[in-house]
T-cell receptor, first 114, second 114 residues
Framework: GQQLNQSPQSMFIQEGEDVSMNCTSSSIFNTWLWYKQEPGEGPVLLIALYKAGELTSNGRLTAQFGITRKDSFLNISASIPSDVGIYFCAGQAADGGSQGNLIFGKGTKLSVKP | NAGVMQNPRHLVRRRGQEARLRCSPMKGHSHVYWYRQLPEEGLKFMVYLQKENIIDESGMPKERFSAEFPKEGPSILRIQQVVRGDSAAYFC????????????FGSGTRLTVV
């Protein structure tokens, strides 16, 4: 089945540093989403991207929908301790499934040292 | 307005028993989606339901698993004769219509099979 390759798998950074993570796919996606999951909770949507080339910000977070429609990145600027969590990319493939079927990456676990 | 409500939050079952997981969508949402998350993994789509109809069950195991979303009441994910490999977090999401607008996840049910 379709897969999303998300990297890095984990990051240990100092408070104040910038963070970058990305997701790639072998097939074309119509939509890219970035979620954050904290322990014991469900994923919470951070940013949604709907058009190739789209660059969207949400506070200190910025994400882009790659022009090939096969990749996306998420940047977090000036990290703070509450940024700790697991970040997932997710998307809707162009060639399959109902409109509700999201494919998820394996996540990037972010740890922030104060 | 409450978000997507899942219960129970934690469920322990012995091998061979049945597990019933419940999901009440957000008010005004008539589309429900179930996902499974294994430890250290992303979420995997299982099934998409609209009131009284299964729209997409491409991610559901062929045996022991079933889902329903009746006209009244919550959506139910039912796992018969559970095995250790069924231990996972099961998440439900809901949306007001087809597509990703308003697509919101619940906090999940952690199933442990002993």
């Amino acid at each position: 089945g379709q897969q999303l390759n998300q990297s890095p798998q984990s990051m240990f950074i100092q408070e104040g540093e910038d963070v970058s993570m990305n997701c790639t796919s072998s097939s074309i996606f119509n939509t890219w989403l970035w979620y954050k999951q904290e322990p014991g909770e469900g994923p919470v949507l951070l940013i949604a991207l709907y058009k190739a080339g789209e660059l969207t910000s949400n506070g200190r977070l910025t994400a882009q929908f790659g022009i090939t429609r096969k990749d996306s990145f998420l940047n977090i600027s000036a990290s703070i301790p509450s940024d700790v969590g697991i970040y997932f990319c997710a998307g809707q493939a162009a060639d399959g499934g109902s409109q509700g079927n999201l494919i998820f990456g394996k996540g990037t676990k972010l740890s922030v040292k104060p | 307005n409450a978000g997507v409500m899942q219960n129970p939050r934690h469920l322990v079952r012995r091998r061979g028993q049945e597990a019933r997981l419940r999901c009440s969508p957000m008010k005004g949402h008539s589309h429900v989606y179930w996902y499974r998350q294994l430890p250290e993994e992303g979420l995997k789509f299982m099934v998409y339901l609209q009131k009284e109809n299964i729209i997409d069950e491409s991610g559901m195991p062929k045996e022991r698993f079933s889902a329903e979303f009746p006209k009244e009441g919550p959506s139910i994910l039912r796992i018969q004769q559970v095995v250790r490999g069924d231990s996972a977090a099961y998440f439900c999401a809901s949306s007001p219509g087809r597509g990703l607008v308003g697509y919101t996840f619940g906090s999940g049910t952690r199933l442990t099979v002993v």
